[in-house]
Every structure is written in C-alpha cells, then in structure tokens.
Nanobody
Framework: QVQLVESGGGLVQPGGSLRLSCAAS????????MNWYRQPPGKERELVVG????????NYADSVKGRFTIIRDNAKSTVYLQMNSLKPEDTAVYFC???????????WGQGTQVTVSS
C-alpha cells in the first residue's frame, strides 16, 4: 500500500522556521521525483519545489527561492522541506507528491497545515 505521510506543520510567527517531513512507503522511493505543493486558503494548489529522483535537479517557485530548501534522504525514503524566513503568504496546506520518471503513477499525501501569523 502506497503511503505519503506529511508531518511538521503548525503555527509559526513571521520570520520563523519549520521543517516538513514526508515519509514514503509502498513504492521504490529512490526512483521517483518528489515535489512539495501547497494550497493557500481559497486558492489553487501550486508547486513549491521539486527534486529529481537522483537529487541532482531541483526546481523552486520564485516565491520561495532563497528561503526554502528541499532535501531527500533515499535511505530513509523521506523528503524534507526546510522553510525559513516564513511569511504570512506562506500559509497553506502543504502536500507531498511523488511522480514516476515517465509521469505515471502519481501519489499524494494527505497534507499538513502551515500557518504563519503573529
């Protein structure tokens, strides 16, 4: 059974940091591209950052460049999102996503809420 389980969300003040984790199981993690998406309240889901299955290629949304870092640990089948200098506009439900190299299959986690507020 495929599972992507996100954790690490919560309430943080502007300027603070959080680290999200996504633990994967049920598929060959080190052969999948991994992505973090987010869905702000009342808005569409958007790509935050992706990392290739080799870990050699990353792609960040302009809005998070220089503040967020994606890290994958193939030995632990886990991908992390280190979020620094958080802003209120980073408030969203954050989702972990796994994509096979040829585009299918695609797996999603259940999401974790991140709220940036004073």
């Amino acid at each position: 059974q495929v599972q992507l389980v996100e954790s690490g969300g919560g309430l943080v003040q502007p300027g603070g940091s959080l680290r999200l984790s996504c633990a994967a199981s049920g598929f060959t993690f080190n052969r999948y591209h991994m992505n973090w998406y987010r869905q702000p309240p009342g808005k569409e889901r958007e790509l935050v950052v992706g990392i290739s299955w080799t870990g050699s290629i990353t792609n960040y949304a302009d809005s998070v460049k220089g503040r967020f870092t994606i890290i994958r640990d193939n030995a632990k089948s886990t991908v992390y999102l280190q979020m620094n200098s958080l802003k209120p506009e980073d408030t969203a439900v954050y989702f972990c996503n796994a994509v096979a190299p040829y585009g299918l299959p695609v797996y999603w986690g259940q999401g974790t809420q991140v709220t940036v507020s004073s």
